[in-house]
C-alpha cells in the first residue's frame, strides 16, 4: 500500500498513516483503509489493530485539493457515501481497533477516529470538526457519531464553532477513553493493545456485536440477542480454556476457537 503500513507485535497490528504534511485522507488514502481490513480480518496473529499517524498528526482532515475536482453535488454525495461505508466497516469490525491520537484529529481525520472501537489520545491533542468554517458540513458521518458520543450540546458546540478540543478535554467529554503525555501515548496504548488482545477473540468478536446492537436496537430487543450470544460463546473453546483456567487460578490461553 502507499500511505499505510503495518507491523505486527504480540497479536497487535500498529498501522501508521503516512501521507505527509499533515496524513489528509485522500480517497485513494480511504480506500487503503478497507484494504487493511481486508489483509488482517482472517489473519490468526492480529487480534487487535492500532491507528496511528506518522509524523506531527494523526490526520488532520481530508485532503480538500480533492474537492476541486468534483463538480456536482451528486459526485459530492458519492464521495460522502464510500467514506461513510468503509468507516462504518471500520467500526463494526470483528477485532478492536484503537486510534491513537497525537498532534491533531481534524474533520475526516476525526470522524475516522470516531469510528474506532477506543481512542487513546495525547493530553495536548487537537480533535475538532472545522468543515463550517469552509461552508460545509462533516460528511464521513460526523454529525452522527458526534452527538452519540458527547451529546447533542458539546457536538452543536464544536460544529458551530470549529474549535477544536485538546486530548484532556476530550477525555471529560467522553469523545477519547484515555489521554496520556504524548511522549507516553504510544506505549500506553500498546500497553492497552496487549491487554485487550490476550482476551479470547471469540468473546470480544460477540462483545463488538453486541455493543453495535446497542447502538441500533431496544433494550429488550439487546437482552433477547445478548441471552444468544451469550449462549454460542459458551460453548465455544475459548470459554472452556477460561473457565478451566480460572479453577486453576492460571492465566488463559485463548486461541480463538
Not at 503495518?6 to 480517497?27: F, G, M
Not at 480480518?41 to 480533492?66: C, M, N, P, T, Y
Not at 457536538?155 to 469523545?175: D, H, N
Not at 477473540?201 to 429488550?220: C, G
Request: proline share 4%; aromatic share 8%; hydrophobic share 45%.
Amino acid at each position: 500500500m502507499e500511505f499505510l503500513s503495518w507491523t505486527i507485535e504480540d497479536y497487535v497490528a500498529v498501522v501508521k498513516i503516512n501521507r505527509p504534511p499533515a496524513n489528509a485522507l485522500s480517497r485513494a488514502l480511504i480506500l487503503e483503509v478497507n484494504e487493511l481490513l481486508n489483509a488482517v480480518e482472517h489473519d490468526k496473529d492480529v487480534r487487535v489493530v492500532v491507528l496511528q499517524g506518522e509524523g506531527r498528526f494523526f490526520s488532520a482532515g481530508a485532503d480538500i485539493k480533492e474537492f476541486t475536482s468534483i463538480q456536482t453535488g451528486e459526485e459530492f454525495s458519492a464521495l460522502a457515501a464510500s467514506g461513510q461505508e468503509i468507516f462504518e466497516r471500520v467500526e463494526r469490525f470483528s477485532k478492536p481497533v484503537i486510534a491513537s491520537i497525537h498532534g491533531a484529529a481534524l474533520g475526516g481525520g476525526l470522524e475516522l477516529a470516531m469510528s474506532c472501537h477506543l481512542r487513546i489520545v495525547s493530553e495536548n491533542a487537537k480533535l475538532g470538526l472545522p468543515e463550517l468554517q469552509l461552508g460545509l458540513i462533516p460528511g464521513f458521518a460526523g454529525t452522527q457519531r458526534l452527538p452519540r458520543l458527547v451529546g447533542v450540546p458539546k457536538a452543536a458546540e464544536m460544529l458551530f464553532t470549529s474549535e477544536p478540543i485538546t486530548g484532556l478535554e476530550a477525555v471529560q467529554w467522553g469523545l477519547a477513553n484515555r489521554a496520556f503525555a504524548e511522549e507516553e501515548l504510544e506505549a500506553k496504548t500498546m500497553e492497552l493493545a496487549k491487554k485487550v488482545a490476550k482476551k479470547s477473540p471469540v468473546a470480544v468478536k460477540a462483545s463488538i456485536e453486541m455493543l453495535q446492537f446497542a447502538k441500533t436496537y431496544s433494550y429488550d430487543e439487546g437482552v433477547k440477542a445478548e441471552a444468544q450470544s451469550f449462549g454460542t460463546v459458551f460453548v465455544s473453546e475459548d470459554a472452556k480454556e477460561g473457565i478451566q483456567a480460572f479453577l486453576e487460578k492460571r492465566e488463559p490461553v485463548f486461541k480463538g476457537n
